[in-house]
């Protein structure tokens, strides 16, 4: 290979996705193992992650699913428990796990609910899985990382993290009034916080911290949200749900060796003007 197709190489190492049976942890799951490394589809749903893991490893590749609860403290230990007794080290964690009400046909909850009358039960659950979950997961993942002296942690964020929703997009003409709910903006804000924390306190051993930005993912939305969605992007289209792989094996790999503390944006444009 050449000197860059190295620096994209993961051949012998680890890494753990959570939510790796959701629309993009299962493509960054291929992804990482294409490029060489062990990967852990870890999932609430054990079922959906032994799919993952099941087609992972029907293309040769080296793969595990494992049911993990980001919200407890004692699943996220066990589940990196169980990678180091299979695999014996750990150098990647991909934080894609996450309560993100979307516009698609699989997802109605939440989106009648008006900010003044949001349920607290919401927003402490979404609170609890898009923050709590990601803090206990890079807890216990760093530990392995100090150990080895190296690792990557990749934490999901989302242009509304950057970005007020523009709710005018959720409205259909003759049909209820939809929103995205305010959880979704207030921990994707969180979560770069905590990138830049995490990439912080490291500093010096060995362990790099970066976040991923993506924008909307086509997912068989309805026509008059697609073309909602896409008017308010430079390229004039919802991302394709694999046009974030370059992007997660970029920060996972050598690629980005000079880059902690960061947060890419692949969004369209969205958030350019």
């Given amino acids: 290979m050449s000197a860059i197709q190295d620096a994209f190489d993961l051949s012998g190492k680890v890494a753990l996705v959570t939510g790796g049976a959701g629309l993009l942890g299962r493509e960054f799951c291929r992804t990482l193992s294409e490029a060489g490394a062990g990967v852990i589809v870890a999932d609430i749903g ?6 993952v893991a099941e087609s992972i490893s029907a293309e040769g590749h080296s793969s595990l699913a494992l049911e993990m609860d980001v919200t407890q403290a004692k699943s996220v230990r066990g589940a990196v428990e169980e990678t180091l007794g299979q695999f014996g080290r750990l150098d990647i964690l991909v934080n894609s796990a996450a309560l ?13 609910s008006a900010f003044e009358d949001y349920p607290l039960e919401l927003w402490d659950k979404a609170l609890a899985v898009n923050l709590t979950g990601m803090f206990l997961c890079s807890q ?25 929703p523009d709710q005018r997009i959720y409205q259909n003409a003759g049909q209820p009034l939809r929103f995205k709910p305010v959880h979704y903006s207030t921990t994707k804000a969180g979560v770069l916080g905590f990138t830049r924390y995490l990439a912080s306190y490291y500093s010096g051993k060995g362990i790099r911290v970066n976040a991923l930005s993506p924008g909307g993912i086509f997912n068989d ?53």
């Avoid at 054990?46 to 799919?51: P, Y």
């Avoid at 009400?101 to 009648?112: G, L, M, V």
């Fill in 46 to 51: 054990l079922e959906a992650a032994q799919a």
């Fill in 100 to 112: 993100d009400p979307k516009f698609d046909p699989s997802h109605t909850e939440e989106q009648s």
């Fill in 140 to 164: 216990a993942c760093v530990r392995p990382m100090l150990e080895q002296g190296e690792g990557v942690i990749i934490n999901l964020c989302s242009t509304y993290g950057l970005v007020g």
């Fill in 221 to 273: 939305h309805d026509e008059t949200f697609v073309k909602a969605y896409s008017a308010r992007t430079i390229l004039g289209r919802m991302a394709r749900r694999d046009e974030m792989n370059g992007a997660i094996l970029f920060l996972a790999s050598e690629a980005s060796s000079y880059m902690t503390g960061a947060n890419l944006v692949v969004d369209g444009g969205w958030t350019a003007w």
